[in-house]
Each structure stands twice: as structure tokens, then as C-alpha cells.
């Protein structure tokens, strides 16, 4: 099976402006989750979607905002970029049972100027 | 809420030697799930080894072992006849499963580097 696949890889915008990324799953798994990964704060888990409804939600602010469609693909939308939202943003798939594994993309890599 | 510490930001080890990662957290649950993670150079995140807390016995996968002591909350990686192909970010991670859905807790994670 084909892994978790993520678009773009790098992204460099300005402070304002929005963003969205993309994450494909694994084939079968109906469970995408986001993370974001900086130097400071280290992994930190953004939401999570199970059969395109958000099942759980980190500490981040409504910025923040996330969907899934119905064959099991996320966008991930940052509006009003800021510089402090620089990081690699993860995505992860699992089958979607409360105690799966999740496996990870290669991360989009978002540089904000 | 979990917390997850890696205690140990960086690490060495010669080839084809052993090492051995710690990692602690913090929980009152009683059924959940540790995770090892390897995270290489390519940024690319790659599980390593899982262990649900109701199992007493260690997980292994080829030449990765964990030593896993529930009571005193402890989940350290063994690292058997180290690779270059190791050097990496080693991230411990928590998963408590709940009907809202699983996520990770990470630790701050350790950087292993393999010395030829």
C-alpha cells in the first residue's frame, strides 16, 4: 500500500495570508489526524477526523481549521498567517478504531516570512 | 492530562553497539498505548515499536526492544548492534484511547547519532 502522502512539501508564505494543506491517507484508513512540529513547542496535536466529521481538537486557535472528505482526504487551512506559525505540519492516518496506530506523512514544511 | 519526558536530548553511540533511550510519562489511566517513533534527517516520522499497557510482556522488533515498567511509568528503547541508518530524532509517544477520538502526546525527544 501506498503510504501517507502530503502536498505541498514546502510552502513560504507571508504574515496574512492563508494557507491549506493537503494529506491523503493510507488506502482503507478512515482517520486523518494533524500535528504540528516547531523547535520550541516540539509535536503538538492540532484535530483529528474520523468519516469527515473532526473527532478531537488540540489547544490551538481558530485559525486553525481543518476537513475531510468523503474518501477519507484532509485539508488543513491556516488563515492570518503569523511568523510563529512556521513549522512542519504532520499528517497522520490510522484505520480509525480507538486504539490504532497512526502512521505518518513526510510533512508539509511551512515557512512564514 | 498525559505528559510524556525524554529525558536525555542527545545521545551517541558507536556502531554495532547498544543504547538504551528513556522515557517517562504521566498518566492515571489505566489502558493505554506507548509508542516509539523514529524521526531521520528526511523528516519523514516512522513507527518503531508499540506496546499496550495491559500486555506485561516487552515488545520487540528485530533490534528494538522496549523495557516497559508500568508501575513506575517508564518506557525505554533498547537499540541492539546500532546502524548508521539509527542516527535520528527518537520521539516517545502516549495514546490513551477514548471515544473522542486518539491522539499523540509526544516527548520532547532524544537525537541519536550512530558513530561509524
Known amino acids: 500500500k501506498a503510504g501517507v502522502t502530503q502536498t505541498p512539501r514546502y510552502l513560504i508564505k507571508t504574515r496574512g495570508q492563508q494557507v491549506t494543506l493537503s494529506c491523503s491517507p493510507i488506502?482503507?484508513?478512515?482517520?486523518v489526524s494533524w500535528y504540528q512540529q516547531t523547535p520550541g513547542q516540539g509535536l503538538q496535536f492540532l484535530f483529528e477526523y474520523f468519516s469527515e466529521t473532526q473527532r478531537n481538537k488540540g489547544n490551538f486557535p481558530g485559525r486553525f481549521s481543518g476537513r475531510q472528505f468523503s474518501n477519507s482526504r484532509s485539508e488543513m487551512n491556516v488563515s492570518t498567517l503569523e511568523l510563529g506559525d512556521s513549522a512542519l505540519y504532520l499528517c497522520a492516518s490510522s484505520e480509525g478504531g480507538y486504539t490504532d496506530t497512526q502512521y505518518f506523512g513526510p510533512g508539509t514544511r511551512l515557512t512564514v516570512l | 492530562a498525559q505528559t510524556v519526558t525524554q529525558s536525555q536530548p542527545e545521545m551517541s553511540v558507536q556502531e554495532a553497539e547498544t543504547v538504551t533511550l528513556s522515557c517517562t510519562y504521566d498518566?492515571?489511566?489505566?489502558?493505554?498505548?506507548l509508542f516509539w517513533y523514529k524521526q531521520p534527517p528526511s523528516r519523514q516520522m516512522i513507527l518503531v515499536i508499540r506496546q499496550e499497557a495491559y500486555k506485561q510482556q516487552n515488545a520487540t522488533e528485530n533490534r528494538f526492544s522496549v523495557n516497559f515498567q508500568k508501575a513506575a511509568k517508564s518506557f525505554s528503547l533498547k537499540i541492539s548492534d546500532s546502524q548508521l541508518g539509527d542516527t535520528a530524532m527518537y520521539f516517545c509517544?502516549?495514546?490513551?484511547?477514548?471515544?473522542?477520538?486518539?491522539?499523540?502526546?509526544f516527548g520532547g525527544g532524544t537525537r541519536l547519532m550512530v558513530k561509524p
Open positions: 488506502s482503507g484508513h478512515r482517520s
Open positions: 509517544a502516549f495514546m490513551k484511547p477514548a471515544y473522542a477520538g486518539n491522539m499523540l502526546t
Open positions: 498518566t492515571s489511566e489505566n489502558n493505554y498505548y
